[in-house]
């Protein structure tokens, strides 16, 4: 190994150790006692025996309620990430390209702002909202309007880091060779943002798969989705591994997708 | 014409968008100066939830904690965040990709079970219950949001630019501050503002590592749900969102962050 | 250049400080001795004007942490030992607590008031082990059926009004596993702590699907709801439902039903290891004394008193005593028993699989 290779692999260190030994300390360690937790029959806490078992795994397969309400979040998080970036996109798209100056910061201001606003609030804001003549509240697309207004500005944030980024020079070379501006944008603009498309779809339908607050509020009768069935077991009962089986399922199927569908995003992402 | 028509067109759709998006908002700030403690209309004007809020310390204090604890876990998270956007689209390595789905589990598993795993570890380890917990907890849930964030420009923008500064004879960090950094500085702000949000409206986490007595304004807001979600509530969000929107408007007059043109 | 070198340094400054400050608060917290409460809030124990009376009278400071289910209050228990003094227990939760070493007894010759709890609750076998009690009987109370004195002017005596077509849409329930089985149980005519058929009460449970307009997991939500509209009818808890009358002046009537309806009692328990164990009986003493509850019940609306004398302080329309104090009604009552870990797990997956099937 030459010296420059081992200066990069000390760079690389160097910078993201940091994060991930807090992360490790934070988050993968805790979490590896659950998934320790997740094999056993019952959390091994206050004296309890327990035994090795994949039982709590196998439920998830086994148990209509369990692979239902998991198709149902995942059903949802696919509504909501779809309409989130179909709206989004246009939004950053007109923010990075047609806006200029101080308007531009203004606008992306506000879009940001909401943010700072209490989720919860939000959420019983908008039972009011949907209540009476509209007669949408208490219904599954009460939820996914819901979700949809809380993670829009995530999906404009990415969107248009990405598109912002993009040399408008070579948008202009493309049009001077004879490009219409459609064919610029098809064939120039929107593989260039790809990054923030995909980094939408993660920070958006992965949170939405284990929402729990808007269904409750928001979806009445029709807010039973995996979120909640896995805050119960914590909350409701004490069935901590069965809680975490299904937690760590979904990691797995969400891991197995962005797997699947890695050919296509580094192609992409070059 | 067209391009009249279209200018047009696209300033509506933005329009539109910030009609969807502030509209529970305009209600929420409404009810803060409505009358009915039930949210019930007709609408009649009243300060008395401010002036109540004047004297819910309660609420005050954990605001304040919130505020406090977002300061301090936007500044680590984005500094560390960002260290690792760059280490990990700097280069190509074989662990990378291993190291980019580890920013999953953070995401994917519901934080209430994250709070659990880190209650226990940190009662187990010794930490415990503390603000300091709190902030170890808030840290960790927003470096993905920001390594993502910063990585996303990275991503689109390439290492070309910094490259290039280095085939002219700049060394790194040259390279880094003067080239890399002003590219990047939109993205880390935007980070640095995702990983506020996330600290700021963060309640599993907190509720569950706070110390008894101690509380933020998430945790407030949601065990209120019990004893009564009083328009108090909707006047400190009412607050928070204009002094929220002051502080943006300061911070735009001095710092660029949609790029220089 | 400059002003980003000053950012660098005064980011790193300033993020160094703050870690600081995080790490220097704990420290300033920990020293005052205070009495810990481990509560659901709202809940008797933090009414701000009894904190004071408590703290002029005894010099002790109240902080409370609050729970939002008992496997919530269960879990901190379990995981910071020492924290607490006073937590409140629903007294199908104590044994279970005992046996896992996470109670303390109660040391009963300092609660001054002991005498006068009722004795069925107070020496109740929920709360007692080896002639040692494990809590302190505190109030008690009736999970029954809450309706609209304006829609519906005449009362309701059965509990099939939850199933009747009328109501359509306009039933409000709670979503709990554990109620849900026991109101299904009565409708069926079993019994509510071991019901035989299941398959019963599932399809019972199920046949509520065009009824219900929506959960509610707190009085405050029922409270919105019922003030929207929402509700014309709802299961709902007895003392919340004086409050809901009283306080928030909503037109809410109460009734047991003759089928039956649930029977609770809450005790105040004295957690294993409490750093105050002395100002914890000192505060549970003020807990069940008539002075604390009588102010309660009249300004605020609560559950009845387990102490028969401070029930009886009560003025004569009070519902605690109108209703609780009828002898006819408390005999229609079914008292909740501890169930295992392994029927809770049970009910809390039938629960959920008519919850799946309300969705599609």
């Not at chain 2, 008395?48 to 301090?72: D, P, T, V, Y």
């Not at chain 2, 880094?176 to 600290?199: C, E, G, H, Q």
Request: glycine letters at 6%; charged letters at 15%.
């Amino acid at each position: 190994m030459g010296g420059a290779a081992v200066r990069q692999y000390r760079g690389i260190i160097a910078l993201t150790a940091p994060a991930y030994l807090w992360l490790a300390l934070t988050v993968f360690l805790p979490l590896s006692a659950m998934v320790y937790f997740s094999f056993l029959t019952q959390a091994p806490i206050g004296g309890r025996a327990a035994e090795w078992t994949p039982a709590h795994y196998i439920a998830f397969f086994t148990k209509e309620v369990y692979w239902r309400n998991a198709w149902r979040s995942f059903e949802l998080g696919i509504y909501v990430t779809s309409l989130c970036l179909l709206f989004a996109y246009p939004a950053a798209l007109i923010l990075a390209k047609h806006v200029k100056g101080r308007w531009r910061e203004a606008l992306f201001l506000l879009v940001i702002l909401p943010f700072w606003s209490n989720a919860l609030v939000r959420t019983f804001s908008w039972t009011m909202v949907l209540r009476g003549d509209v007669g949408l509240l208490f219904t599954y697309w009460a939820i996914v309007i819901g979700l949809i207004h809380a993670y829009l500005p995530y999906a404009i944030l990415t969107c248009y880091i990405s598109l912002q980024s993009i040399d408008d020079t070579l948008i202009e070379a493309a049009r001077s060779l004879g490009a219409s501006p459609v064919q610029a944008f098809l064939r120039l603009t929107l593989p260039l943002s790809t990054p923030g498309i995909v980094a939408g779809v993660i920070l958006i339908f992965v949170p939405v798969i284990g929402s729990f607050m808007e269904p409750r509020i928001l979806g009445g009768k029709n807010a039973i989705m995996l979120g909640p069935l896995i805050e119960n077991q914590f909350t409701a009962v004490f069935n901590w591994p069965l809680g975490a089986a299904l937690s760590f399922i979904i990691l797995a199927i969400v891991l197995l997708i962005l797997l699947a569908a890695s050919p296509f995003l580094r192609r992409q992402l070059q | 014409m067209a391009r009249h028509i279209t200018s047009v067109l696209a300033r509506l759709y933005l329009a539109l968008i910030l009609v969807f998006l502030y509209l529970p908002i305009v209600i929420m700030m409404t009810m803060a100066f409505n009358t009915s403690p039930l949210y019930e209309f007709p609408f009649e004007f009243n300060l008395i939830w401010f002036k109540a809020l004047i004297s819910n310390e309660r609420l005050l204090l954990s605001s304040l904690n919130s505020l406090m604890i977002a300061l301090a876990n936007t500044l680590v998270a984005t500094v560390l965040g960002t260290m690792a956007a760059l280490g990990l689209n700097r280069y190509e390595f074989r662990a990378r990709p291993l190291l980019e789905l580890l920013l999953l589990p953070p995401i994917t598993i519901p934080w209430l079970i994250i709070g659990v795993s880190m209650l226990i570890f940190f009662y187990w380890t010794g930490i415990g219950r503390g603000l300091h917990s709190i902030l170890l907890g808030h840290v960790a849930l927003s470096l993905p949001y920001v390594i993502i964030v910063v990585g996303t420009r990275l991503k689109t923008y390439g290492p070309t630019l910094e490259e290039a500064a280095a085939t002219l004879g700049a060394k790194p960090s040259q390279a880094f501050w003067r080239v890399t950094f002003p590219v990047l500085a939109p993205s880390i702000m935007a980070a640095a503002l995702f990983a506020f949000a996330v600290s700021f409206d963060q309640f599993v986490i907190s509720y569950f590592l706070a110390p008894p007595g101690v509380s933020t304004l998430p945790v407030e807001i949601y065990t209120s749900i019990r004893k009564g979600f009083t328009p108090e509530i909707n006047a400190i969000s009412t607050l928070i969102i204009l002094v929220s929107m002051g502080i943006m408007l300061v911070v735009a007059r001095y710092y660029r962050f949609g790029g220089e043109r | 250049m400059t002003i980003l070198a000053m950012t660098r340094r005064t980011a790193l400054a300033a993020a160094a400080a703050a870690v600081l400050c995080a790490g220097a608060a704990p420290a300033a917290l920990s020293q005052s001795k205070e009495l810990r409460v481990l509560n659901w809030q709202g809940y008797g124990t933090d009414e701000k004007w009894a904190l004071e009376n408590f703290q002029q009278q005894t010099g002790i400071k109240v902080v409370h942490d609050y729970f939002n289910s008992e496997q919530e209050m269960l879990t901190k228990l379990r995981t910071s030992p020492g924290t607490y003094d006073v937590v409140l227990f629903n007294n199908t939760f104590v044994m279970d607590a005992v046996n896992e070493g996470l109670i303390q007894p109660i040391d009963t010759s300092k609660i001054a008031h002991f005498a006068d709890l009722t004795p069925s609750l107070r020496d109740s076998e929920r709360f007692v082990k080896d002639g040692k009690h494990y809590a302190v009987s505190w109030v008690w109370g009736v999970t029954s059926i809450a309706y609209s004195t304006e829609k519906l002017p005449t009362p309701p005596d059965s509990i099939e009004v939850l199933w009747d077509p009328a109501n359509a849409g306009k039933v409000g329930w709670r979503d709990d596993a554990i109620e849900s089985v026991q109101f299904a149980s009565l409708a069926t005519g079993q019994d509510m702590n071991a019901p035989s058929d299941m398959e019963k009460v599932k399809a019972k449970l199920q046949a509520l699907k065009p009824q219900i307009k929506t959960f509610w997991s707190s009085e405050d939500e029922w409270n919105k709801y019922f003030a929207a509209g929402d509700y014309i009818i709802a299961t709902y808890w007895s003392g919340s439902a004086a409050r809901s009358k009283k306080a928030f002046k909503l037109p809410v009537g109460f009734m047991v039903p003759k089928e039956g309806a649930i029977g609770w009692f809450d005790g105040l328990a004295i957690a294993t290891n409490a750093p105050n164990p002395d100002s914890a009986h000192a505060f549970i003493d003020y807990m069940v004394s008539p002075e604390f509850y009588v102010k309660w019940d009249t300004d605020v609306g609560a559950p009845a008193s387990a102490n028969a004398r401070a029930n009886a302080a009560l003025p004569e329309d009070a519902m605690n005593r109108a209703i609780l104090g009828d002898p006819e009604v408390v005999k229609r009552l079914q008292w909740m028993a501890p169930l295992s870990d392994e029927q809770r797990k049970a009910y809390q997956e039938l629960w959920d699989s008519v919850k799946t099937t309300f969705a599609q």
